[in-house]
Nanobody, 127 residues
Framework: QVQLVQSGGGLVQAGGSLRLSCAAS????????MGWFRQAPGKEREFVAA????????YYADSVKGRFTISRDNVQKWVSLQMNSLKNEDTAVYFC????????????????????WGQGTQVTVSS
């Protein structure tokens, strides 16, 4: 099992950028696909992006495609989400998550399939 600790986030103006990071502990980080989800007030948690254990495949929600980039480092044991061209509708609490799988990523992954979660971090985009 991995444990996940998030950092980053905060307040940014529309059009700006933020980077979220998620540090993992445990020896088997490379056995996990990693994902990012977000939850806005009054809304369900939604998929944002995921990356395979090797980092060779990834998938993005249509709402963030072309603006967000997920990446990982299996040696340093972290995953990050670079968010550019932020919009008001990106405002939410963001969560990183880990799913134990060696499959390639070709579609969004439901939240219930993830085994471990970070504590969440607030991202607020102002006009």
């Amino acid at each position: 099992q991995v444990q996940l600790v998030q950092s980053g986030g905060g307040l940014v103006q529309a059009g700006g950028s933020l980077r979220l990071s998620c540090a993992a502990s445990g020896r088997t980080f490379s056995n996990y696909a990693m994902g990012w989800f977000r939850q806005a007030p009054g809304k369900e948690r939604e998929f944002v992006a995921a990356i395979s254990w090797s980092g060779t495949t990834s998938y993005y929600a249509d709402s963030v495609k072309g603006r967000f980039t997920i990446s990982r480092d299996n040696v340093q044991k972290w995953v990050s989400l670079q968010m550019n061209s932020l919009k008001n509708e990106d405002t939410a609490v963001y969560f990183c998550a880990a799913k134990q799988t060696l499959a390639r990523i070709a579609a969004a992954i439901p939240a219930y399939e993830f085994n471990a979660w970070g504590q969440g971090t607030q991202v607020t985009v102002s006009s």
